[in-house]
């Protein structure tokens, strides 16, 4: 089975902190997304990577970096967090041919104070 | 522009009754359509998908849901609604080689006993 992990379910954090959330799959998947997920307006695409250093915005980037360094790990980064960043952070990854679906992550539930 | 509607954002069915989510799509190619359930606490997992073919796709947990091109459309249907069925469904429509997905704002499901 195709198993995705996130660093942490529960992440606090102080205003102005930098923050980084850790996604790692174990499926050899070319393409890795970050997701933030709130009440009422579903997931919206942060950023996406459809191989290693590579990356691609998604619908909401600004206030966030990504780095991908090796094909099995994406991170997404808060560079200054800010309270509007309050989340859930989902991530997804999967295979590079057309039609294949997204597997997800558990989440992580950010709350900046 | 591309997007996916989810109309009802809470619905609430009696265990043992019948099931219906409806969702409309707007995409300019040939889409592929997915059904997302997210329990409390938890990532997406996929109900089912379709990619072409019979409109009339069979998922997992008891989940079918129809592909009608004329009405942009692809619901969601469950014979009898089960308790454990309570938690929260996504459209997805997507394509292209990344497999970028746009979501549905989600549909509550509560089950009553």
């Known amino acids: 089975d195709v198993k995705v992990t996130q660093s942490s379910r529960y992440l606090v954090k102080r205003t102005g902190e930098k923050v980084f959330l850790e996604c790692v799959q174990d499926m050899d998947h070319e393409n890795m997304f970050w997701y933030r997920q709130d009440p009422g307006l579903g997931l919206r695409l942060i950023y996406f990577s459809y191989d290693v250093k590579m990356k691609e915005k998604g619908d909401i980037p600004e206030g966030y970096s990504v780095s991908r360094e090796k094909k099995e790990r994406f991170s997404l980064i808060l560079e200054s967090a800010s309270t509007n960043q309050t989340s859930m952070y989902l991530c997804a990854s999967t295979r590079g041919s057309i039609g294949n679906e997204q597997f997800f992550g558990p989440g992580t539930r950010l709350t900046v104070l | 522009a591309q997007s996916v509607t989810q109309p009802d954002i809470h619905i609430t069915v009696s265990e043992g009754a019948s099931l219906e989510l409806r969702c409309n799509y707007s995409y300019g190619a040939t889409p592929y359509l997915f059904w997302y359930v997210q329990s409390p606490g938890q990532g997406l997992q996929l109900l089912l998908k379709?990619?072409?073919?019979?409109?009339l796709v069979q998922g997992i947990k008891g989940f079918e849901a129809e592909f009608k091109r004329s009405q942009s459309s692809f619901n969601l249907r469950k014979p009898s609604v089960h308790w454990s069925d309570a938690a929260e469904y996504f459209c997805?429509?997507?394509?292209?080689?990344?497999?970028?997905?746009?979501f549905g704002t989600g549909t509550l499901l509560a089950v009553q006993p």
């Open positions: 997805a429509v997507g394509g292209g080689a990344t497999n970028k997905l746009i």
């Open positions: 379709y990619f072409s073919g019979d409109t």
